[in-house]
């Protein structure tokens, strides 16, 4: 399987560590999806990893000389759509960076295009190979604690200085979007439940000087079968924490609640007494599961469906955060 | 300072304890506040605690005898107001269970009676005087996380088999009400900012038989300066937890995150690295600090204006989540 990376702004580190051990599959070609985007640190790591990827100016050249299997793009964000046309126009796989599109008109070209091809899609929603997520899933599966009926899922991030991009709502499309989709594709892959309404708010306030970039977002989701799920999400993690990210989930179920918090799961149901940390399954390469799909050994974890959904879902949180107003999903 | 209590169903403990040690203060009588409140087990409570309150079948009858000057008030909480406004036109000083009224008509006629009197009137929110919520508070006072952006509020309670009162929304109220004003005044107190709206959703599924109790809400609330607060809450706490409740909060500040979990508080900000566990000051009792201000000591932190809002407050989220719509503060 020859794999093209196209950008690289995004979690290109997913292609370079999930190609490791697959004889079967190698990074041939490494080309800008963006204006402006600089590729020699990506190919310097590249050839750390042991690839020796031909370098391109124009990406379009390089998926028509190259002829890859799959096409991995990590672009400016405003560019994930076109850039995954071009490719599903092609008979290309695409393994992309979430949000897949960062407008609800591009997020419909990109699935009419999908639609009309005959390839596998998924957006980079690596989170659901931590050790934490897949035993929170598996705990899940094991009908530990009963029925979801509450969600509350957490993103905290360091800001640090970011780069021009993050600064304007044009070419990062927004705090909900880029931090947030991970806690939102969470609530919806745990719990199956379908989305069918969004209420948010954003505020750019405390942003240390980043433009449009909104350093607080809240989100208030119904899911089917009147479960909700709240998202909170921040950029105010303290300089001095000990990791850049402060990932947190509890699921509230019928019979018991679980957790996931600084990596650990913790467990109350009414099996035994008090609170349980649980052993970790092993984690997973998200970019692995995606050449399973394609070589046809079963589905990947991360489907084209909740790519396309999750992203939806978070353009429509943010619509609702600009214009103060509820926002509707299709049944 | 002659004390009455009216009614058997609420927090009656905060005025037996908080009476203790205050030899200017009596309990010098005991009346149900509801139809078919029974007083005998408090009676006998009052006796272990060493008061010797004269018990009465009817509170006006009560309040003419005996003409306290405080009138505590725990009935069923549909007759809060009602009985309050009996008490405030006596000019009796009123500390009432909280939500002080469960429909906005009946909070109104207590705001107008409140507001002709000359007296003081707190509800029991009592969690403000916990050793970890004076902790929280002070270092906020501190400026310990600069200003206050975004906050995450957790009421999360066991069910159990609960009364008759509580299966039915005209003498409930609502979980919103009865659970959350605290995680909602919290977040009011905490933050000094104003309520600018609200959007909330509940769901009686799984409330085990309960009737119209809702087993799970979740408040979205907009605050002035942009400031947002979720407050989750659930009945759903598993039997075999270590304690009835899990009441939680977390607030990200500007320079710092400030939490509060199973009694716990956390700090982490750039004056020092990693997670800090702070000392805890010293718990108070809520009717201390009540009978302090009838004394003309210096202000209850409970104040009546506060009181008032967070009944508002969780009474229009409670409409919200009935109506699926967001609903508005004055400015």
Known sequence: MKVCLIGSTGHTGYVLKGLRGQTDADLIGIAPGSQGEETESLLKLAGDYGY????????????????????????????????????????????????IATTLEDLDLVRAA?????????????????????????????????????????????????????????????????VGSHAIDWMHALSGEKFYSVYAAHSTKANNGHGDLE???????????????????????????????????????????????????????????????MPLLPKREIFTDFLQQVRGEGPCKVTAEQSFLVTEACLKARISADEGRIVYFEA
Chains 1, 2 share one sequence.
């Open 52 to 99: 020796t990827p031909i370098q391109y100016q124009h990406y379009t050249q390089m998926l028509d000389d190259l002829q890859p299997d799959i096409a991995a793009v990590a672009c400016h964000f405003n560019d994930h759509a076109a850039v995954a046309i071009e490719a599903l126009n092609r008979g290309i796989h695409v393994f992309v960076e979430k949000p």
């Open 114 to 178: 999908y639609d009309k091809s005959n390839v596998h899609l998924a957006a980079m929603l690596g989170i659901r190979y931590e050790d934490w997520f897949l035993t929170v899933q598996n705990l899940l599966e094991e009908r530990s604690i009963g029925e979801i009926r509450l969600m509350n899922a957490q993103k905290s991030y360091k800001l640090g200085k970011r780069s021009a991009l993050y600064t304007k709502r044009e070419t990062y499309g927004g705090t909900i979007p880029w």
């Open 215 to 277: 350093s607080t977002a809240l989100c208030h989701f119904t899911f089917s079968h009147e479960v909700f799920g709240s998202a909170t999400i921040d950029y105010l993690r303290p300089r001095q924490a000990s990791s850049h990210d402060d990932d947190r989930i509890r699921i509230v179920g019928t019979t018991g609640v679980l957790e996931a918090q600084a990596g650990k799961v913790l467990l109350i149901n009414d099996a035994q007494p008090g609170i349980r940390e």
